[in-house]
């Protein structure tokens, strides 16, 4: 049997693990000091447990789609053709009747 001295630090595997990256209101904003659940950046109190986060490509998770990609992407061309339009009517204000101005 090995035996170890009284003053000597107790070693545990999780010394060594990865840290939560959390910031903590009670610790004065300072990052958490639990270790990482295995496979994730967090811990098991801030959001690491081993079922979280959605699949990609989950639609459970979809309400109304104001925010996928395609939406994006279609706002983003509409943005820029207004851009374009307001450039143009600048550009040819003499041609544009004055309700539109």
Not at 63 to 82: C, D, F, M, P, W
Request: aromatic share 6%.
């Amino acid at each position: 049997m090995k035996t170890t001295s009284c003053t000597e630090p107790k070693r545990y595997a999780f010394d060594n693990a990865p840290r939560c990256g959390a910031r903590t209101k009670r610790n004065g904003g300072n990052p958490c000091r639990s270790p990482a659940v295995r496979g994730k950046n967090r811990c098991r109190i801030h959001g690491g447990s081993k079922g979280s986060g959605a699949k990609s490509g989950n639609q459970n998770a979809l309400k109304h789609g104001y925010s996928t990609n395609e939406a994006k992407s279609q706002r983003q061309n509409v943005r820029a053709l207004i851009k374009q339009w307001r450039a143009l009517k600048d550009r040819y204000r003499f041609l544009v009747p004055k309700t539109c101005r």
